[in-house]
C-alpha cells in the first residue's frame, strides 16, 4: 500500500472529498479544517479516485505521508464516511422510522452474542419510567428497551460509542419534568455503576463520531439509519445480511473503537459518562 499527499490534486476530486467531509478533518476526535488530499492504494499507478483519497487537515495529512497512520486506518474511516456502503444483494431497505426500529428490536429479541453501536447520550442506561413516558409523548417504541437488555445479557458483548451531545440534553429536559430529574439522574448514575462498574471503561467510550455513518452492528445483520440532515431524526433505513459486509462493518466498528480507546487511554469513561449525566441538572451545555 503506497499513501502519498497530493500536492495537485484534480479539481473534480477534491470538490467530491470536499463535499464529503465539509469543513472537519474526518480522522477521528479532530476538528480542523481539511486542507490536503492523501491518497493510499494498492498497486499500480493510474489517476486517484474518490474510493481510494481522503481529505485530512494538515496536521493528519503530514502523519499519513510520514506513514505513521496505517493505510488500514485510512481506508475504515474513508469507507465509514459512506452512507450507502450496503452491498447490491443481501439487503432490504426499510421505508420508514418505524420499519427501522421494529428491525433492530426484532433482531435483538431473536438473540444476539454481540451488539455494537452509536448512541446520542447514554439512552440504554436510562430506567424504565422514562422509556414510558417517551414512548407515550412519541407513540412510537423506540429500540433502548432492547438494547438495556443486551447490557445485562451476560452471553452478550456489547460495545457501544456514547456520543454524549447536548442534542440528548436537550431532548431529555424538554420531557421530564424538573422535579423528577434529579431522581432521573440518580437512576442512571446507578445503571452506569451496574453496568460499567466503578473503574474500567469496558466495552463503552464516550466519544463524537463526528461524520463517521456507523449503523447497528449485530452477529449477523446490519442495520444503517438514513437522516436527511445530522440533525434531524433517523428517517429509513437499510438491513444488510450479506455476511463478507457485516463482516466489514464489524472489523471497522473495532478499528475505531480501538482508536477512541487509545486517545482517551487514562481518562475513566465511567466518570465521565456520570459527569455529563449530571449536567442535566444544572442545564449547562453548550451548542453543538
Ligand atoms: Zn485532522
Known amino acids: 500500500m503506497r499513501i502519498e499527499v497530493l500536492e495537485a490534486p484534480p479539481a473534480e476530486l477534491l470538490a467530491g472529498l470536499t463535499s464529503l467531509v465539509g469543513n472537519i478533518c474526518p480522522f477521528p476526535g479532530c476538528a480542523d479544517l481539511p486542507s490536503r488530499v492523501v491518497e493510499f492504494r494498492d498497486g499500480s499507478r493510474g489517476r486517484p479516485t474518490m474510493e481510494s483519497s481522503l481529505l485530512l487537515c494538515a496536521s ?68 424504565d419510567w422514562y422509556f414510558n413516558l417517551r414512548d407515550g409523548a412519541t407513540n412510537q417504541p423506540n429500540m433502548d428497551r432492547q438494547v438495556a437488555t443486551c447490557l445485562d445479557a451476560p452471553g452478550c458483548e456489547t460495545f457501544l460509542i456514547f456520543r454524549n451531545s447536548p442534542r440528548y440534553a436537550e431532548k431529555v429536559r424538554e420531557l421530564v419534568p424538573a422535579e423528577l430529574m434529579p ?38 445483520a446490519v442495520i444503517t439509519a438514513f437522516r436527511s440532515t445530522p440533525q434531524t431524526p433517523v428517517g429509513s433505513g437499510l438491513l444488510v445480511t450479506d455476511p463478507d459486509q457485516v463482516h466489514w462493518e464489524r472489523d471497522a466498528f473495532d478499528r475505531i473503537f480501538a482508536y477512541y480507546c487509545s486517545e482517551v487511554a487514562g481518562v475513566s469513561q465511567v466518570e465521565r459518562m456520570k459527569e ?13
Open 183 to 220: 431522581v432521573l439522574v440518580a437512576q442512571i448514575i446507578g445503571r452506569i455503576d451496574a453496568v460499567y462498574g466503578q473503574s474500567g471503561s469496558n466495552h463503552m467510550v464516550c466519544a463524537d463520531t463526528g461524520i463517521f455513518h456507523i449503523p447497528v452492528i449485530l452477529d449477523d
Open 276 to 288: 455529563f449525566v449530571r449536567s442535566l441538572l444544572t442545564g449547562a451545555s453548550s451548542p453543538e
Open 60 to 127: 493528519h495529512s503530514d502523519q499519513a505521508g510520514r506513514g505513521e497512520i496505517g493505510s488500514g486506518l485510512l481506508k475504515t474511516i474513508r469507507g465509514l464516511l459512506k452512507p450507502d456502503r450496503g452491498p447490491k444483494g443481501g439487503s432490504r431497505s426499510l421505508a420508514t422510522r418505524d420499519e427501522y426500529l421494529a428491525t433492530i428490536r426484532d433482531r435483538i429479541a431473536r438473540g444476539t452474542r454481540s451488539l455494537r453501536g452509536v448512541y446520542v447520550g447514554p439512552l440504554p442506561l436510562h430506567p
